[in-house]
């Protein structure tokens, strides 16, 4: 069932409530604020969370800086989320309406803010984001899921990158060998230059002597030296 009735108030001073069913739930709250403002003793201190049975109904009381928050809830929906609820109505009364909380009468924010009890006590009771708790188990488990998936592209990535490593060795290994054919052809390709002019040095000189052997009429060119 949830939350079933709300109300926020300075000392006795009821500033603002909701119930979403007919309940004698006001009531029974006035009393809560009586006996909270006017106990001895240190059993309820200014800032505090209390918590108060009522037949199958729990009200549970958050005191902070004067300002009471209160709601009833079915005693089966527990402590955890009506406190969440309690606290998070205390931000937004607070940041509402701020110095005007010290003075302001009896229900003088109840137009406006009863509506703003009415949505937060409708979101808390069946809005199952509302459970921080769980909302944090929930985000921590697609964290995991995240980081889970995340490890395993980043292993995947390795496999790729062990790969990428081994084609990269391979064509160092080419280009090393490649190098070595280049320079071997290179020196290879000089000698033969090398050869082929000596060859052709050869050749012109002995084109030269048969020349001059004809015209000096002999191997030995005699006439020519004469």
């Known amino acids: 069932m949830g939350i079933l009735y709300a109300m926020v108030a300075r000392g006795e001073v009821v500033l603002s409530e909701f119930s979403a069913t007919p309940t004698n739930a006001n009531a029974v709250a006035k009393q809560i604020l ?40 079915d005693d089966a929906f527990g402590r955890r989320i009506p406190f969440e609820f309690l606290e998070d109505i205390h931000q937004r009364f607070v940041k509402t309406y701020a110095r005007a909380i010290l003075s302001a009468p009896a229900y003088a924010m109840n137009d406006e803010f009863s509506r703003v009890l009415s949505q937060q006590m409708d979101y ?23 980081m889970i998936n995340n490890i395993e592209k980043v292993l995947e990535r390795g496999g790729r990158l062990e790969v990428l490593v081994e084609k990269t060795s391979a064509m160092n290994n080419n280009t090393v060998r490649f190098r070595r054919q280049s320079r071997r052809y290179q020196n290879n390709l000089w000698w033969s230059n090398l050869r082929l002019r000596v060859t052709f040095i050869m050749i012109f000189f002995i084109v ?10 002999g191997p030995l060119l005699m006439s020519c030296w004469r």
């Open 124 to 146: 808390y009771s069946t809005d199952p984001n509302a459970d921080r708790l769980n909302r944090l188990k929930g985000e921590m488990s697609q964290v995991r899921t995240v």
């Open 208 to 217: 030269i002597y048969i020349v001059l052997a004809f015209f000096c009429h």
């Open 34 to 73: 009586n006996k909270i403002n006017n106990q001895q003793g240190a059993t309820i201190t200014c800032d505090s969370n209390v918590s108060f049975s009522h037949d199958r109904y729990v009200f549970h009381v958050k005191r902070t800086d004067g300002l009471t928050v209160l709601c009833m809830a």
